[in-house]
């Protein structure tokens, strides 16, 4: 049975998910040291913001297959390490969405109105009404830095407490901006008209320390930013600065540069700076939703099944995966096969989506195509998340081409690879009942299912030839499960297809190879 590791606290749901498939220890006081410790014994690993899954970690997990983050941000995951390793690494992109922008908009209007330094003077026993008069935020503009997910939500609960809304995105369209009412500004322009400024970006070398001494000179004396993203993206020491000096009206932070928070010029500030320990995620709603989206994808990959919302391979809806399915089954059936024809030192492949599959999002599919192409030299080292990155550090050179018009199935994939062994093709098609079917070998037309086991001749067609092949192949005890002629004419080049029950025994090649009329000979093991 698979072995998983919890290392941060998630929900029970997700606990039971995992159980149905693995032996799951939780275990959520472990120090970087002893993570490294125990971590080779699993083969997934769980976690939220809590646990850095460093290189070291990723190294030491020599069984690791996925790495789970019970959240959005996977900046405490060194990817590009856990993706040269082969290691998926899934999130749950949506799971807490609106629980961030609900403590967005919480942060906002506990900031205008002062309510944390009330209540808790409140509770001291002080009954003080002059110190807490605030702001209201009707009529006020917000300016959102970032509307994808969270940024989206909270300027639509924004809007209908009717303020006045601008966004900060480059990567999303005008018809999107406008239809969440907000206008899209460039940045400086935002900094400079809002009253509220709310960052949605992930933390990336571009948005580190976006909010800094110069951007804080150019915004409003009464400009309040709330920063519920991540740590980093505002300069501690500048905020802080601008504050004390009044230069701005307030902050509010839910993350910080470095978590825990520790010694902070931000902890002595009074009403003007409201912070929260990244409680952003922090609702029973958002945990067990997120616990259930990891945990089925952990579930998931443990059983062979793709994962829905990795990070370091091509992102699918569940909808697109579950259709692509079948096809990535032939793209690597294919890549296999071609890949053993072609010879070991592939310099390029060549991959053709025919028919409806050329309307197909085809980037996973080249994928599916690389990895059965490496895979007989790679074998279990070669998974989704690792094929193009072995491929190109192979140099193999991939070309991809579409052609809707060819029509003899629904959708066809033709595979070509030059190798040590000369430049090879093979097409295949899906059937019906999602099938495989090899319907062409070198353009020679055959129609037959993938075998384990199999034997391709090129030879000229004449009289003779197979029966000598059936029977080298019967003195060498080898049973043959199917057999198929391929030939453009009559008495021409032709291709034979052998499904055969064993693997062929050494010298046997040879013994083929010499048989007159035979060109050249290959075997695959699918
Ligand atoms: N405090 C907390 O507990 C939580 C924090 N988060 C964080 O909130 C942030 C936003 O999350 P989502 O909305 O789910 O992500 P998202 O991916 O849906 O949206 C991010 C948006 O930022 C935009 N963006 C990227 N680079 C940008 C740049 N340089 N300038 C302006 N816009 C840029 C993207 O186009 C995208 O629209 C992430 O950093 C995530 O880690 C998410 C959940 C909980
Ligand atoms: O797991 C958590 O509580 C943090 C959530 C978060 O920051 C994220 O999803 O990006």
């Known amino acids: 049975m698979p072995k998983v590791l919890v290392s941060d606290p998630i929900d029970q749901v997700g606990i039971d998910i995992l159980s149905q498939v693995a032996q799951v220890d939780v275990k959520t006081d472990l120090s970087k040291e002893q993570l490294v410790e125990v971590i080779p014994e699993y083969d997934a690993l769980m976690i939220r913001s809590g646990t850095r899954v460093t290189a070291e970690v990723i190294e030491a997990g020599r069984n690791l297959k996925i790495i789970g983050r019970a959240g959005v941000g996977v900046d405490n995951v060194d990817v590009p390490a856990a993706t040269r390793k082969g290691i998926i690494v899934v999130n749950s992109p949506e799971g807490n969405t609106i629980a961030a922008a609900e403590h967005t908009l919480a942060m906002m209007l506990s900031l205008s109105r002062y309510i944390p330094e009330a209540n808790a003077k409140l509770k001291q026993g002080k009954w003080d009404r002059k110190s807490y008069t605030g702001n209201e935020v009707y009529n006020k503009t917000l300016g959102v830095v970032g509307l994808g997910k969270i940024g989206a939500h909270v300027a639509t609960v924004a809007r209908a407490m009717g303020m006045k809304l601008l966004a900060y995105d480059p990567f999303i369209s005008v018809e999107r901006a406008e239809q969440l009412g907000c206008s899209l500004v460039e940045l400086d322009v935002l900094f400079q008209s809002a009253d509220y400024i709310t960052l949605h970006i992930p933390k990336t070398p571009e948005t580190a320390n976006l909010i800094n001494a110069d951007s804080i000179a150019k915004m409003k004396p009464n400009a309040r930013i709330i920063n519920c993203a ?198 295949g098609a899906l059937l019906g009942d999602d099938e495989i079917r090899i319907t062409s070998i070198n353009d020679f037309p055959v129609n037959v299912p993938p075998n384990r086991y199999m034997l391709f001749t090129l030879h000229r067609d004449m009289p003779g030839i197979i029966g000598r092949i059936g029977s080298l192949l019967g003195e060498f005890n080898v049973n043959i499960a199917s057999m198929q002629v391929g030939r453009k004419i009559v008495r021409g080049d032709a291709v034979m297809v052998l499904s055969i029950d064993d693997p062929l025994p050494e010298n046997i090649m040879n013994e083929i190879k010499q048989v007159a009329g035979i060109r050249d000979a290959y075997t695959v093991t699918l």
């Open 230 to 427: 991540r740590g980093g993206i505002i300069d501690e020491t500048a905020i802080a600065e601008a504050l004390k000096a009044g230069k701005i009206a307030g902050a509010a932070l839910d993350v910080f540069s470095s978590e825990p928070l520790g010694e902070s010029p931000l902890t002595a500030l009074g009403k003007e700076i409201v912070l929260t320990p990244h409680l952003g995620a922090s609702t029973e709603e958002a945990q067990v939703n997120v616990a259930i989206d990891v945990a089925e994808q952990i579930r998931d990959v443990l059983l062979g099944e793709p994962a829905r919302s990795a990070v370091n391979i091509p992102g699918l809806r569940p909808d697109v995966l579950e259709q692509l399915k079948p096809y990535l089954q032939l793209a690597e059936t294919l890549g296999k096969m071609v890949g053993q024809l072609a010879g070991g030192r592939i310099e390029s492949l060549n991959i053709g989506l025919r028919g409806d599959l050329a309307t197909n999002q085809s980037q996973p599919i080249v994928i599916a195509a690389l990895k059965g192409l490496l895979s007989p030299a790679l074998q279990e080292r070669v998974n989704y998340v690792n094929a193009s990155i072995e491929a190109k550090e192979r140099g193999i050179r991939v070309v991809e081409t579409r052609d809707a018009s060819i029509k003899d199935y629904a959708g066809s994939l033709h595979l070509s690879a030059k190798g040590t062994l000369g430049e090879h093709s093979v097409t």
